[in-house]
Structure formats: C-alpha cells, structure tokens
C-alpha cells in the first residue's frame, strides 16, 4: 500500500506562506526594535551620560 504523493500543497498556499511569514517576521521584528532595543539603548545612554557628568563635575571639584 503506497503513500499518496504529496501534490500541489506546497504549491497552492505557498506565496500565503510566504507573505504571513514574511509580515509577522517583519512585525516581529519592528516590535522588538522599538519595543525592546531602543528603550534599553536609551537607558543605557543615559546611565552613561549621567556617569560622564558626574565624573567631570567631579574632577573640576
């Protein structure tokens, strides 16, 4: 008893697939970068700066 070859699944859906995995990747990818990245760059930098300010305040004391 031979398995059915797998026809034409791939192929009907196959540019849906693409397009919804192309989009979510995209919104992932979106919503981690403005939702993740740059407000921790941001803390980052501002922890940074403050570090700087206080460092040359500091030596001009």
């Known amino acids: 008893m031979p398995i059915a070859p797998i026809t034409g699944m791939l192929r ?18 979106y ?4 939702g993740v990245h740059l407000p921790s760059m941001e803390r980052q930098e501002n922890f940074y700066l403050k570090l700087e300010q206080e460092r040359v305040k500091a030596q001009s004391s």
Do not use: E, I, P, T
């Open 31 to 34: 919503a981690f970068w403005y």
């Open 12 to 29: 009907k859906r196959f540019w849906l697939d693409v397009g919804c995995a192309l989009g979510l990747g995209v919104s992932g990818g």
